[in-house]
């Protein structure tokens, strides 16, 4: 089945500056990847996502980019805030009667003021 | 304007009492799944319904099980709960089961097992 495999498990930056947190999947027939932020105790928030045929996706200051061919989707947030600290799931969906949405293991990202 | 509801929000049992979590939807959506989400770790497919067709994950224990009376509710019941279930049980939609639909997240419920 498919495996998703995200890193790096913690993140901590300043600030003002960029995070960037990776992917990686192994059923060359997931055609969506969305991304998720978590807050402490709440549900997963859709922030971005991009569909198999697209190779890069921007939404204000989160991007996501994915390269098929190397099974692997990244999330970047550029002008980093406070705000922004969370846990982030990347997750790679895949059809099996209905839609799987297989996630990673999570990254905790903590932006420092 | 809540679209995807669960009830309750926090939900206490005892060991081996069983316990019952809902879920509904003002979406009209086809599909609807529970995801169980243990503590800093990711959300678990546990099983889902297309309208009115479950789908177990092979992997989902047997005391684990769910109904769904109609379009816009459905429930996840846990015959014994042990320890181990103590967890956020998640509940999402999705208009058709395609692999490129959003899910829809509910709030969750958080289970504690004493």
């Known amino acids: 089945g498919e495996n998703v495999e995200q890193h790096p498990s913690t993140l901590s930056v300043q600030e003002g500056d960029s995070a960037v947190i990776k992917c990686t999947y192994s059923d060359s027939a997931s055609n969506y990847f969305p991304w998720y932020k978590q807050e402490l105790g709440k549900r997963p928030q859709l922030i971005i996502d991009?569909?198999?045929?697209?190779g890069e996706k921007k939404d204000q200051r989160i991007a996501v980019t994915l390269n098929k061919t190397a099974k692997h989707f990244s999330l970047h947030i550029t002008e980093t805030q406070p705000e922004d600290s969370a846990v982030y799931f990347c997750?790679?969906?895949?059809?099996?009667?209905?839609?799987?949405?297989?996630f990673g293991q999570g990254t905790r990202l903590t932006i420092n003021p | 304007d809540a679209m995807v509801i669960q009830n309750p929000r926090y939900q206490v049992t005892q060991f081996g009492k069983p316990v019952t979590l809902s879920c509904s939807q003002t979406l009209n959506h086809n599909v609807m799944y529970w995801y169980q989400q243990k503590s800093s770790q990711a959300p678990k497919l546990l099983f889902h319904?297309?309208?009115?067709?479950?789908?177990n994950e092979a992997d989902t224990p047997d005391n684990f099980q769910s109904r769904r009376p109609n379009t816009s509710f459905c429930f996840l019941d846990i015959r014994s709960p042990g320890l181990g279930d103590a967890a956020m049980y998640l509940c999402a939609t999705s208009r058709v089961p395609q692999g490129t639909e959003k899910l829809f997240f509910g709030s969750g419920t958080q289970l504690s097992v004493l």
């Open positions: 319904y297309y309208d009115k067709d479950f789908n």
């Open positions: 991009i569909r198999s045929n697209v």
């Open positions: 997750a790679a969906s895949i059809w099996r009667g209905a839609q799987k949405l297989v």
